[in-house]
């Protein structure tokens, strides 16, 4: 460790040798494109909706049903018959959600925050309920099979 000068004060330490000359930046002016230069281009809701796969609805183009759907209801209701249209509307409220959460992601004008929220809140407790049921029905069949008898 160096000693330090009279006074207590340290030496300066040596510095890079400065250049004098620097390559000067080339100016906008100098054949180089602004790039703040921002193109607007009118916002094509429908060619959007066509790019991601969907109709302007918000369904999609390739057309999956489900297997609940395929499900007819018996004469007289029935159990069976209220569970797929039980089902079907679960999954109806959460096909609209996504369509509103697209189309308000998209900047559409007609579809609010508030509209949006409401139906992923109905989706979501649609579904919940519909996970209840499965998991009492479990829950019984269960019982049933370990019955003895």
Request: charged letters at 25%; hydrophobic letters at 40%; aromatic letters at 6%.
């Amino acid at each position: 460790m160096p000693a330090p000068a009279a006074g207590g004060a340290r030496k300066p330490a040596k510095r890079a040798l400065f250049l004098p000359w620097r390559p000067r930046p080339r100016s906008y002016s100098e054949g180089v494109e602004n790039p703040m230069k921002l193109e607007l281009k009118p916002f094509d809701f429908n060619q959007a909706v066509a790019k991601a796969g969907l109709r302007p609805d918000g369904t999609p183009l390739a057309s999956r049903r489900l297997a609940v759907e395929d499900v007819e209801p018996a004469e007289g209701g029935g159990f069976r018959g209220a569970m797929a249209e039980a089902l079907q509307n679960v999954s109806r409220s959460q096909l609209e959600a996504q369509r509103l959460q697209r189309e308000f992601s998209l900047d559409n004008p007609t579809v609010s925050l508030e509209q949006t929220m409401v139906a992923m809140q109905k989706s979501q407790i649609g579904f919940q309920a519909a996970i209840q049921v499965r998991n009492r029905l479990l829950s019984a069949y269960t019982d049933i099979m370990n019955m003895q008898v």
